[in-house]
Structure formats: C-alpha cells, structure tokens
C-alpha cells in the first residue's frame, strides 16, 4: 500500500480493498494451519459466537465469502473500514492463535473434548489430586494430571509414565489450559504455536481414554448422601424449629498449594464458607442431614460438615441453636402480646418497680423516648428484655432480647420466667 492509495472517505474504498484488508488482518502463515484439518469459525466481535469469519487452513486466511456476510450483514463503522484496509487495526494474533489451536485440540479430541469440562469439577479435582473422602472412590487414569494454579489461567499438566518423577511444568508432556472460556493445548510451556505434532498424536489416543473414564466416574458421582450426628439436646417443643432449616453452612481451611484444587485455593489463607442445602430430621439427640449432589460438587464440605468431631459438632449445634431461638423468641412475642393480664399491666405501668424472690431481683424500668414507652426488664441486675410501643396509640409491644451469648435452654428459660412473674 501507498499514501496516495489512502483515501480520506472509507466509502470510496472498493469491496475488493476492504476484502483484501480483512484478509491481510486475519492472515496466519505458523504451523498450525499444516495442522489443522477444516475450516475454523471466527468470531467477528469477541463477546458473541456470531457472525463469524471462516478461516481457510488451505489459504491461511479468512474467506472472502465470510468477509462478504459480514461486510453485508453488519454495521461497521468507517473508521474501523478505514483501519482494515490501512492494516492499523488493533491486532488480533493473539485471539486468532487461541481459536485455531483449539481448534485443533477439538480436531484431535473430537467428541471427548465435551469432556474437558470435568477438569474444572471440584469433584474430579479432589480424585486428581488425591483428596478423596470415604465416600468417594479413587480415580484411576492412565496419565497422571497435575494442577499449576495460576492466578490468571488454569493449567492441567499431562505426565506420562516416563515423566511421572520429575512433577515440574516444564517437564509435563502436555498441557490443557483454560482460558477465555475455551481450552488450548501446549506441548511447550510457554508456547501456544510451537506445538509437537508428534507428541500430541502419541498421547492422544490414551488421553481420550482418561476423558471417558472421568466422565464415567463424573456419571457415577454419588446423587444423595445421608449422615447422623449426635447434638446437643433440644427441647422436643422446638423440634419443628428444626424441620424448617434447609441450609447449614460449613467452614474449612483452603490451600495455598499450588497442585490442590482449584476450588480451595486461597492465596490470602482465608477460610472457606459454603451453604449446602439440607433436609433434617431429628430424634432425641440424633441430627439426619441428608443432601442431594450437583455432578459436579465436591465431597468434602458435607464430610466436613458431618464428620465426628467436636469441631463440627459445635459449629452445627450453634446454627441449630440460632435458629430454634429465633423462631422460639417470635413466637413468645406473639404469645406475649396476646397475654392480656401481661400487655394490661404493662399499658398502666408508669413509674418502676420491682420485688426480690429468694436470691434472685426482678424489675421493671419505665421510660419515655418521645411518644415511645419503653419498659426494661431486669433479673439480679442483668437486662433480659426491652418492650417498647408507642405511648397513646401503640397496641403491639416490641420486644428484643438483651441478654448476650444466650443459648436456647438459656432463653426459653428467661421467657417463661418473665410470663410466670404476671
């Protein structure tokens, strides 16, 4: 091209300029059009699939037919024409490269590349990486896959038998990576283009194989699991309590390790909290948490959740308790408003009061905020609850519970003392 060929008006440009510009754009002359079998789809706009340009392997470019559709079907602006045909345009090589090398990694797959997804399954990543629980069988492949988390990509690395020693990246025989929604295939570390041809048609074939065993153990993924623990008691009146929770969450320590899954890693060291959906059930002190599997979930966080241990003991115990004591105190609050020798006693009461029983103080403070009326009652001192309601037409009190770390005996206890004392 000449600077007398620049003509200040894109629209003066032929169709035969602006697609020879769009082919000289999109050209690629590197190793892996000798690769690649069939034409490759690529996008036009890099945030949807379509339209698209066709890609040549034959004559290293995009086609003029699918430059014509797009020509004819989109609206592109004069500038963007004009940066075409100068070659100005921001380089595509890069995204040009990750389509035709996945191409070819979906070529060399074929229908097995669907299971490439698996690799991201928490649930596969635990078998590859050997973190398996009781319940979950061992993962057999015929090629060993390790994991280099990256802060930016995530690489799968293929070893094979003759490597199985030396874990190092730039010693696996082939590389799976995902990015931009898409997996590539190495067989340098650092390279997407270089790829051996050789090596990637010796290794496939068992690849292929390992991908349909994962899919199988990914098929056989158990649907439902069911555990019973013991728990602290809870008054059989709040059972019901129980049987409207269908979350428990549960906290575990992530990894920094690189090899770990991918699903726990945590650079900064922070713990892991999930909420698995739950069905209860509850006999004296016997908890049964069962919970139904996505195929891809991990085992371990309802193991963690489920396991016999103090730790986990306590932590269902206290959402146990959190929950029956807030239903038990709503529904005491309904009980305590439609207490009419309760809610009579405390609508006169304007001055405090208050009588000492054995060892034990109760009162009654009375204040106003405002048209608020707002009555403090006390056991030996400690504040247990506040009711509240507007002075000349409230008919509801609001009430709140004050004493702090209280567990759930601790309340229906403090409750029904105060029902008792009218």
């Given at each position: 091209m000449k600077f007398t060929d620049i003509k200040p008006n894109p629209k003066d440009y032929s169709r035969e300029d602006i697609v020879k510009g769009f082919q000289n754009h999109y050209r690629y002359t590197g190793q892996l059009t000798k690769l690649i079998?069939?034409?490759?789809?690529?996008?036009?706009?890099?945030?949807?699939?379509?339209?698209?340009?066709?890609?040549?392997?034959?004559?290293?470019?995009?086609?003029?037919?699918?430059i014509n559709y797009i020509l004819d079907n989109e609206n592109i602006s004069d500038s963007?024409?004009?940066?075409?045909?100068?070659?100005?345009?921001?380089?595509?090589?890069?995204?040009?490269?990750?389509?035709?090398?996945?191409?070819?990694?979906?070529?060399?797959?074929?229908?097995?590349?669907?299971?490439?997804?698996?690799?991201?399954?928490?649930?596969?990543?635990?078998?590859?990486?050997?973190?398996?629980?009781?319940?979950?069988?061992?993962?057999?492949?015929?090629?060993?896959?390790?994991?280099?988390?990256?802060?930016?990509?995530?690489?799968?690395?293929?070893?094979s038998q003759k490597?199985?020693?030396?874990?190092?990246?730039?010693?696996?025989?082939?590389?799976?990576?995902?990015?931009?929604?898409?997996?590539?295939?190495?067989?340098?570390?650092?390279?997407?283009?270089?790829i051996n041809d050789a090596v990637v048609s010796a290794l496939i074939p068992d690849l292929k194989k390992d991908l349909e065993t994962i899919k199988e153990y990914v098929d056989n993924h158990p649907k439902q699991l069911t555990k019973t623990v013991t728990i602290t008691p809870i008054p059989e009146d709040c059972h019901d309590y129980i049987k409207t929770i269908n979350k428990l969450d549960v906290t575990f320590p992530t990894s920094k390790y690189e090899h770990d899954?991918?699903?726990?890693?945590?650079?900064?060291?922070?713990?892991?909290?999930?909420?698995?959906?739950?069905?209860?059930?509850?006999?004296?002190?016997?908890?049964?948490?069962?919970?139904?599997?996505?195929?891809?979930?991990?085992?371990?966080?309802?193991?963690?959740?489920?396991?016999?241990?103090?730790?986990?003991?306590?932590?269902?115990?206290?959402?146990?308790?959190?929950?029956?004591?807030?239903?038990?105190?709503?529904?005491?609050?309904?009980?305590?408003?439609?207490?009419k020798t309760l809610s009579t006693f405390l609508a006169k009461l304007d001055r405090d009061v208050g009588f000492k029983d054995g060892h034990t103080t109760y009162n009654l403070f009375v204040e106003y905020a405002g048209s608020t009326k707002i009555i403090d009652y006390y056991e030996s001192g400690l504040s247990i609850l506040r009711l509240q309601r507007d002075r000349d037409y409230g008919s509801r009190w609001d009430i709140s519970y004050r004493r702090k770390d209280s567990n759930l005996l601790r309340t229906i206890k403090d409750i029904e003392t105060f029902k008792s004392l009218f």
């Open positions: 079998q069939t034409p490759v789809k690529i996008p036009y706009s890099p945030f949807q699939k379509e339209p698209y340009f066709i890609f040549d392997p034959n004559i290293q470019t995009v086609t003029e037919e699918s963007t024409i004009q940066d075409i045909v100068c070659n100005t345009s921001y380089p595509i090589f890069d995204t040009l490269i990750q389509h035709l090398n996945n191409h070819y990694l979906k070529e060399q797959l074929g229908n097995a590349y669907e299971y490439l997804k698996f690799f991201q399954y928490p649930y596969v990543q635990d078998a590859l990486a050997n973190l398996i629980i009781r319940n979950q069988k061992p993962l057999t492949t015929r090629f060993s896959y390790v994991r280099f988390n990256s802060i930016i990509n995530d690489h799968i690395h293929i070893f490597h199985i020693f030396d874990i190092s990246p730039s010693k696996s025989d082939m590389i799976i990576e995902y990015t931009d929604n898409k997996y590539i295939i190495k067989t340098q570390y650092d390279s997407l283009i270089a899954p991918a699903w726990l890693i945590n650079r900064r060291g922070f713990p892991k909290i999930i909420s698995l959906d739950v069905i209860l059930a509850i006999k004296d002190n016997q908890l049964t948490i069962t919970h139904d599997f996505e195929p891809e979930e991990s085992l371990q966080p309802f193991n963690q959740l489920t396991i016999a241990t103090d730790k986990a003991k306590r932590n269902i115990d206290q959402q146990l308790q959190d929950v029956c004591k807030a239903a038990y105190f709503h529904d005491q609050c309904d009980i305590i408003n439609q207490n």
